[in-house]
């Protein structure tokens, strides 16, 4: 079994127009370098406001699988001599791979047979990757604009102001400009703005939606579509849904609140010539 790992970028506001493809290249460049990696894992998910983007990975596993790997040596027969005895060639080879040449085996190919050594290599624990992953993965990041800012020599969209990096719950230290991974994530900017400290997924979800700050695309633009409806049942009308707009509404807020205004009547008076 395998244990979740939560990522969150917390940074300035990014463009509106950015985050639906970052959210889309996070899930694709995870797993393009879990898979790299010999990871295996369950379902990778992004989520995404203005001031931050967010992956998770469910199951991840606690070490990268075993590498078998063949290394070929000398053609055997300039391994061994007219007496079938080793020459330089096949005990040197031994003695690069650190084995015994009796643990030497040998492959035929279409050019002949060949002196081969098969190892197993183990894998390393995934606590000691992901402090190398995660950072280039989050560096790796493309957007139609990036910028630097402080002297810092790291690019990204907009400032990066905090990292939430937790691996089964335990954090995965790793440093981005000034910037060092933790436990904790921020809330809404004006409404709940203290930084506080998460567990896991589940966790996260519960108490950023707590400080106003609903991280889900998916359930903003539901709760826009709705209030958006009801404000308009309200006034005896009927809401003009452009897909678009609300596209771009969804990554403009981190806590939408729908409200239905109006004008003065005096100001929708128009003068006898007009």
Known sequence: MGKELLLEIGTEEIPAAFLPKAMQDLEEMGRREFAACRLAHGAIRSLATPRRLCLVVGDLAERQEDLEVEKMGPARKAAFDAQGQPTKA???????QGVELGDVGTVVTEKGEYLCVRKTIAGEPTEALLPEILPRLILGLPFKKSMRWSDLDIR?????RWLLALYGGRVVPFTLGNVRSGNLTQGHRFM?????AVQDFADYLARTKERCVIVDPAERKAVIRQETRRAAAQVSGRALEDEALLEQVVFLTEYPTVVCGSFDRDYLRLPQEV
Request: aromatic share 18%; charged share 20%.
């Open 192 to 196: 709940s703005p203290e930084a506080f």
């Open 156 to 160: 990204f969209a907009r400032p990066i």
């Open 90 to 96: 096949a005990l040197g080879f031994a003695r690069g």
